[in-house]
Nanobody, 125 residues
Framework: QVQLVESGGGLVQAGGSLRLSCAAS????????MAWFRQAPGKEREFVAY????????YCADSVKGRFTISRDNAKNTAYLGMNSLKPDDTAVYYC??????????????????WGQGTQVTVSS
């Protein structure tokens, strides 16, 4: 099992930047693929970005491509989401998730067994 704790959220003006962190417990972090999702009030949880266990491959949703970057440091048991050029539409609770099964459904929340508690990102206009 792995436990995940997000941090780094906050209030930022449109056009600003934030970097979210997802710290994982245990010694098996490098065996988990990681992803970021977000959920705005009244909306379904939405896929944001994915990274393989080694970090060799990443994939971002079209809505954030070119603005957000997912990365990881396996030595520090931490995954990151760098967010630039933030827009008010990016306002949501951001969650990190972990998968060890090798799922192909990387955009689907149900594919992930482990979740953090979330961190709020608010972008003001």
């Amino acid at each position: 099992q792995v436990q995940l704790v997000e941090s780094g959220g906050g209030l930022v003006q449109a056009g600003g930047s934030l970097r979210l962190s997802c710290a994982a417990s245990g010694r098996t972090f490098s065996t988990y693929a990681m992803a970021w999702f977000r959920q705005a009030p009244g909306k379904e949880r939405e896929f944001v970005a994915y990274i393989t266990s080694s970090g060799a491959y990443t994939y971002c949703a079209d809505s954030v491509k070119g603005r957000f970057t997912i990365s990881r440091d396996n030595a520090k048991n931490t995954a990151y989401l760098g967010m630039n050029s933030l827009k008010p539409d990016d306002t949501a609770v951001y969650y990190c998730a972990a998968d060890r099964s090798g799922t192909m459904n990387v955009r689907r929340a149900y594919a992930y067994n482990y979740w953090g508690q979330g961190t709020q990102v608010t972008v003001s206009s």
